[in-house]
């Protein structure tokens, strides 16, 4: 290797991090129940759609990023330059309260991945907060994104767990390549869920605010791009895995789930203890993670949109805002975790809902800024990618509008 081979792969590497932590960050408490359930219930029969997911989150990952670097502004700084402050602050309202109620996810996915171990959820959810709230306020994106980097090594536990259950291989290959399709309600309900979490508002906002917070410009987009495609590779690798266990194991012994926690437990006397472990330490893992970044995300959409300084390097007299959103979310979703007998579906579907009517919304946002020549210059959308990322957004609201309906009908 050369020494201009060698600049340019060090400049890649140099940029790689916001993209990977992006793609780790969305298999949270919330898909990896999705795809366990998915797994139990219909065995290898979705694994098909992991593709697909992987391609959409490529192209919509992608192009965040690249508007990131290109114009040295988060997506919510873009969105009120380019549509006014009403609709921007109509998004961050929305924004505010989804990534609010996924934070809950998170914590309630700590707490139940910790119960498995023998830890009462009245020590893990405040621990937890604390030790994320913490990290937030460490001073330095750098080492922020160190850490949580090191702790996306979690996912590995799933992968492990696939070989430990002992699946059939070929078949599962064959099923990934080959889509089956039903008219079942509860199948199409389940394949929308699939979908639907895999791409979320929030990872728009992630995604863009962290190429920013990186320093990283227009020179960095061909790393950006190497970040968010191995990114989107390795999460949808992790997809595959968890659908590949409880489809293999689960399945076929007829056991149903309602959440990555149960398929823990249900994993002992089939696969193994160690199956078992593997998959409680990815679920405690993966929600940390998603806990870690969440209210980061948020705090820093809301005072990019409205001009206030953020940060992770901001003190709380430079940034009492930025600071202080990451604080309120902290402290009150591990509160509203230990009430006794808290409607937590209910707060979910909450979040399932806002989700489903923000993400098209700024999916076209998305795709408006990123083809305008004006604000991105020669790095805008080509026809292909433009015409990708509208496939995109088509996908999105159809599904959204199928599970609309599914909802209203009960299923």
């Known amino acids: 290797m050369d020494a201009k081979s060698k600049t340019q792969l060090a400049a890649i590497l140099a940029a790689m991090g916001p993209g990977l932590l992006t793609a780790f960050a969305g298999n949270d408490a919330g898909g990896i129940a999705t795809y366990s359930t998915t797994g139990a219930t219909y065995g290898f029969g979705m694994l098909w759609t992991v593709p697909i997911m992987c391609l959409l989150l490529i192209v919509v990952q992608e192009t965040a990023a690249r508007m990131g670097c290109a114009t040295g502004k988060g997506f919510a700084s873009l969105i009120r330059e380019r549509f006014g402050v009403r609709v921007s602050a109509l998004a961050m309202l929305s924004l505010i309260i989804s990534n609010f109620?996924?934070?809950?996810?998170?914590?309630?996915?700590?707490?139940?991945?910790?119960?498995?171990?023998?830890?009462?959820?009245?020590?893990?959810?405040?621990?937890?907060?604390?030790?994320?709230?913490?990290?937030?306020?460490?001073?330095?994106?750098?080492?922020?994104?160190?850490?949580?980097?090191?702790?996306?090594?979690?996912?590995?536990?799933?992968?492990?767990?696939?070989?430990?259950?002992?699946?059939?291989?070929?078949?599962?290959?064959?099923?990934?390549?080959?889509?089956?399709?039903?008219?079942?309600?509860?199948y199409v309900s389940l394949l929308v869920a699939n979908i639907g979490t895999t791409i979320s508002p929030y990872m728009i906002f992630m995604v863009s605010s962290s190429v920013v917070e990186k320093n990283l410009d227009a020179s960095d987009i061909p790393g950006q791009r190497a970040d968010n495609v191995s990114g989107a590779i390795a999460a949808e690798i992790v997809t595959w895995f968890i659908i590949l266990t409880t489809g293999a194991v689960l399945h076929p012994a007829g056991i149903s789930i309602n959440s990555a926690a149960d398929a823990a437990k249900a994993l002992v006397p089939l696969a193994g203890k160690y199956a078992s472990v593997l998959f409680a330490v990815g679920l405690v893992g993966a929600s940390f993670l998603a806990a870690c970044v969440l209210p980061g995300i948020t705090a820093s959409a809301v005072c990019e949109a409205f001009g206030w300084e953020r940060g992770a390097d901001r003190t709380w007299r430079e940034a009492p805002v930025y600071r202080g959103i990451i604080t309120g979310i902290t402290i009150l979703s591990a509160v509203i975790i230990l009430i006794p007998n808290v409607d937590l579906f209910g707060i979910m579907m909450v979040s399932q809902v806002i989700n489903g009517v923000m993400l098209p919304v700024l999916l076209v946002c998305m795709v408006l800024i990123a083809a305008d020549r004006h604000i991105m210059h020669r790095h805008a959308n080509g026809k292909l990618w433009n015409g990708l990322t509208w496939f995109t957004i088509i996908a999105v609201t159809f599904f959204t509008i199928i599970m609309f309906v599914l909802q209203a009908l009960g299923y």
């Open 101 to 186: 109620t996924v934070t809950l996810s998170e914590f309630a996915g700590i707490a139940s991945g910790m119960q498995l171990f023998g830890v009462p959820l009245q020590v893990s959810v405040p621990v937890s907060a604390l030790v994320t709230w913490m990290l937030a306020m460490s001073g330095s994106y750098h080492r922020i994104e160190k850490i949580l980097l090191g702790l996306s090594c979690v996912f590995l536990t799933y992968i492990v767990s696939g070989f430990m259950a002992g699946p059939n291989w070929g078949q599962a290959l064959h099923d990934t390549v080959v889509p089956q399709f039903s008219n079942d309600p509860h």
